[in-house]
T-cell receptor, first 109, second 118 residues
């Protein structure tokens, strides 16, 4: 079983729409959770850490469900600039990060 | 805002040659990492480095690979004898793990070095 699994998408949404997707992780001992975004052939950029209580950063809301071992990301009022691949990332032990393969989001005008 | 830098941005080498990829982590960070991403695939962990020694490495990080922090600012990844399958984007990352802080495990990535082995 993969450490981190994501729906690859693509999610094609119009500007202003809400889009949500999630990922699952296999290691119940995982300790830290993140969403990164990656633009084509660029480095992963930290979007937000995900906390147990759920957290929001502007138009982005992340939720963590430890019992079911999934993490979600919701983007409200989508902008063209939100088009990217969103990487679900988990830290299980020590400090290495395990990445999902990414969910592609395309926002159209 | 401080950022991780990497050089070169693109390296082309012949199979069997040695390459050194260079990184300058964020100055107050204590942990350094190398990851790679083969085109079309996910980002994969290679190695973490702390206090001048490797703290963790993956199965990918075999004897052909080595890391070094030769001075107070640079962090390098050396591949001794490159293979075709080493062609990938190599990302350096740094972070400041600690305790008692929600953000203490975040890692920040450099722009990457695209390695092409021919």
């Amino acid at each position: 079983r993969k450490e981190v699994e994501q729906d690859p998408g693509p999610f094609n949404v119009p500007e202003g729409a809400t889009v949500a997707f999630n990922c699952t992780y296999s290691n119940s001992a995982s300790q830290s959770f993140f969403w990164y975004r990656q633009d084509c052939r660029k480095e992963p950029k930290l979007l937000m850490s995900v906390y147990s209580s759920g957290n929001e950063d502007g138009r982005f809301t992340a939720q963590l469900n430890r019992a079911s071992q999934y993490i979600s990301l919701l983007i409200r009022d989508s902008k063209l600039s939100d088009s990217a691949t969103y990487l679900c990332v988990v830290r299980s032990n020590d400090y290495k990060l395990s990445f999902g393969a990414g969910t592609t989001v395309t926002v159209r005008a | 805002e401080p950022e991780v830098t990497q050089t070169p941005s693109h390296q082309v080498t012949q199979m069997g040659q040695e390459v050194i990829l260079r990184c300058v982590p964020i100055s107050n960070h204590l942990y350094f990492y190398w990851y790679r991403q083969i085109l079309g695939q996910k980002v994969e962990f290679l190695v973490s480095f702390y206090n001048n020694e490797i703290s963790e490495k993956s199965e990918i990080f075999d004897d052909q690979f080595s890391v070094e922090r030769p001075d107070g600012s640079n962090f390098t990844l050396k591949i001794r004898s490159t293979k075709l399958e080493d062609s990938a984007m190599y990302f350096c990352a740094s972070g400041v793990p600690g305790t008692g802080s929600k953000s203490s495990y975040e890692q920040y990535f450099g722009p990457g070095t695209r390695l092409t082995v021919t």
